[in-house]
């Protein structure tokens, strides 16, 4: 190198050079822990359905999450917790109510959506301060860490430091033992299916059902699979989002946000407009219509008006520049979309109800009011935030509203409370504007709400199979017999099954006759 070249300085590289983000350090922990909850999920969950298990498993994941993170050093955030929380009281939910299976499935997927979430921020705070494409990054990036999170686990284990020490006998020992044991089960089950004597002689000693075995194991790693995945980022200090934050800069003015929001709001005026003898009459039907064209169908309808009209303002907050979204001509345009919007709404409540004063309650119908209360405390939220000009705090609390509205739901047990209603209205005789004759409860419909609906049936059991086929009564009771005789186990007690199974017992015996009509 020449003097000159030493002295010029030296050019930036043309491709500036970006260093990889730090790699977890190497852990026993991570794995062990995975496949410890997948053990104890497997055996909790093996051959039985959901119960006082789920309650255990969520606190057990939870548990370790939050004690990896603190042995660690870090603290956990509030959010993180808090999201534990909840999937803990989904799981509590499984063990006091017997849910229907709508909203059990519903129960599942926010369970695993806060433990997925509540895991991966664990340790870094900002998941309240995430707008909704952020919230729904997380969310993407935790189901594909849920893919490769375990097969992380293992390549971040010490391989290195498993080496059993010159000397040490016992441990020499037992890496042969465990060595010794796989091949001993594969050949023996082979050798013991060959020869049905050398099978009956070694019988005693162990069961060669490989396949069983086989199973187990799959089951017990899909498990480990699963819980390494909620726990990867958690226990391995990952961040929770590995979407890249791109940002559109909002370009848009007023005018072209107002045309397409002023438009929206000009709709719906129309729309309530044409809805208002309904309002005023309170009952009355379009001319032609039936009750499954305009409530069914109509309340569905509405909803997705509502919800993507939330999705619609997000978007159009987002596109606006800031300096137009805090002027007021902005804010009164969305107040001008929200508050016709209410009354869209309100409409939707008000097919809900013409519907329950017809046809009562059923588990769609209360499915359908949750999501309703939903939208309306998100909508509220999100009318604050634009009035504000600040919606970045808008995702994490609507997630919540969800959660909370769930968790609600299975409160109020669903299966007794739509089998008291529709029997009540029975044995009560309600008719009203939109029905002139009384209703009769379907003993069938109620019995597939679950073990909640039990106790109603059998303190109306004459009242719901009266008027009926000869049979029809003992039916319903082999029915209870068959589904509820057996005690509900250690793993999946369940308070309503308990109810149930103390309530069944008390009925008259089963019949001798097995061919019972289908349900």
């Known amino acids: 190198m020449t003097q000159a070249e030493a002295l010029?300085?030296?050019?930036?590289?043309?491709?500036?050079?970006?260093?990889?983000?730090?790699?977890?350090?190497?852990?026993?922990?991570?794995?062990?822990?995975?496949?410890?909850?997948?053990?104890?999920?497997?055996?909790?969950?093996?051959?039985?359905?959901?119960?006082?298990?789920?309650?255990?498993?969520?606190?057990?994941?939870?548990?370790?999450?939050?004690?990896?993170?603190?042995?660690r050093g870090a603290v956990p955030t509030p959010e993180g917790l808090t999201l534990l929380g909840v999937a803990v009281a989904f799981g509590v939910g499984f063990t006091l109510r017997g849910v229907p299976s709508g909203l059990a499935f519903l129960n599942s997927v926010a369970m695993v959506t806060a433990l997925l979430l509540g895991a991966a921020f664990l340790r870094f705070p900002g998941l309240s301060a995430l707008g909704v494409g952020g919230m729904l990054g997380s969310a993407v990036t935790g189901g594909l860490r849920l893919v490769y999170g375990p097969l992380a686990l293992l390549e971040r284990f010490p391989w290195a430091r498993v080496r059993p020490a010159r000397g040490a006998g016992v441990t020499r020992a037992l890496v042969g033992v465990l060595l010794t044991v796989p091949v001993l089960l594969v050949f023996g089950s082979l050798l013991g299916r060959a020869d049905q004597?050398?099978?009956?002689?070694?019988?005693h000693l162990l069961d060669w059902r490989l396949d069983g075995l086989f199973r187990d194991g799959v089951t017990w790693l899909w498990w480990a699979a699963l819980a390494g995945g909620l726990l990867y980022p958690a226990v391995m200090s990952l961040r929770p989002s590995v979407v890249p934050d791109v940002r559109v800069p909002p370009r848009l003015g007023l005018v072209e946000t107002g045309l397409p929001l002023g438009a929206l709001s000009a709709l719906f005026v129309a729309f309530v407009v044409t809805q208002l003898p309904y309002?005023?009459?309170?009952?009355?039907?379009?001319?032609?219509?039936?009750?499954?064209?305009?409530?069914?169908?109509?309340?569905?309808?509405?909803?997705t008006v509502a919800f993507l009209t939330l999705s619609v303002l997000l978007g159009a907050f987002a596109l606006t520049r800031p300096d137009v979204r805090a002027g007021l001509p902005y804010r009164l345009l969305n107040l001008a979309?929200?508050?016709?919007?209410?009354?869209?709404?309100?409409?939707?409540?008000?097919?809900?109800?013409?519907?329950?004063?017809?046809?009562?309650?059923?588990?769609?119908?209360?499915?359908?009011?949750?999501?309703?209360?939903?939208?309306?405390?998100?909508?509220?939220?999100?009318?604050?935030?634009?009035?504000?000009?600040?919606?970045?705090?808008?995702?994490?609390?609507?997630?919540?509203?969800?959660?909370?509205?769930?968790?609600?739901t299975t409160a109020i047990d669903p299966a007794d409370l739509i089998a008291r209603v529709n029997v009540h209205r029975q044995v009560a005789g309600v008719t009203n504007e939109l029905r002139t004759t009384t209703q009769h409860a379907s003993v069938w419909e109620l019995l597939r709400l679950g073990a909640g609906s039990v106790p109603v049936i059998a303190l109306n059991l004459d009242v719901l199979t009266r008027g009926q086929a000869a049979g029809v009564r003992q039916n319903v009771i082999d029915t209870l017999h068959d589904r509820y005789d057996a005690a509900p186990g250690l793993r999946e007690w369940n308070l309503a099954e308990a109810?149930?199974?103390?309530?069944?017992?008390t009925l008259p015996p089963r019949s001798a006759n097995i061919d019972r009509p289908s349900d």
């Open 8 to 71: 010029s300085p030296r050019e930036p590289s043309a491709t500036p050079q970006v260093s990889a983000p730090p790699r977890p350090a190497r852990a026993a922990f991570p794995l062990l822990a995975a496949l410890g909850v997948g053990l104890a999920a497997h055996l909790l969950t093996r051959s039985t359905g959901a119960g006082v298990n789920l309650a255990l498993l969520s606190a057990l994941f939870a548990g370790i999450a939050v004690w990896g993170t603190v042995r």
């Open 197 to 203: 004597g050398f099978g009956q002689m070694v019988s």
């Open 279 to 303: 309002f005023l009459s309170g009952s009355a039907l379009p001319e032609g219509l039936t009750f499954a064209t305009y409530i069914r169908q109509g309340f569905g309808e509405l909803m």
């Open 337 to 408: 979309v929200l508050l016709p919007l209410a009354l869209v709404i309100l409409s939707a409540a008000n097919r809900w109800r013409m519907y329950t004063l017809a046809y009562g309650l059923s588990e769609t119908r209360v499915l359908g009011a949750a999501f309703l209360i939903w939208v309306v405390l998100t909508l509220a939220w999100l009318a604050r935030g634009l009035w504000r000009a600040d919606v970045r705090r808008f995702a994490f609390p609507a997630l919540l509203a969800g959660f909370v509205t769930l968790l609600g």
């Open 499 to 505: 109810r149930a199974h103390a309530l069944v017992r």
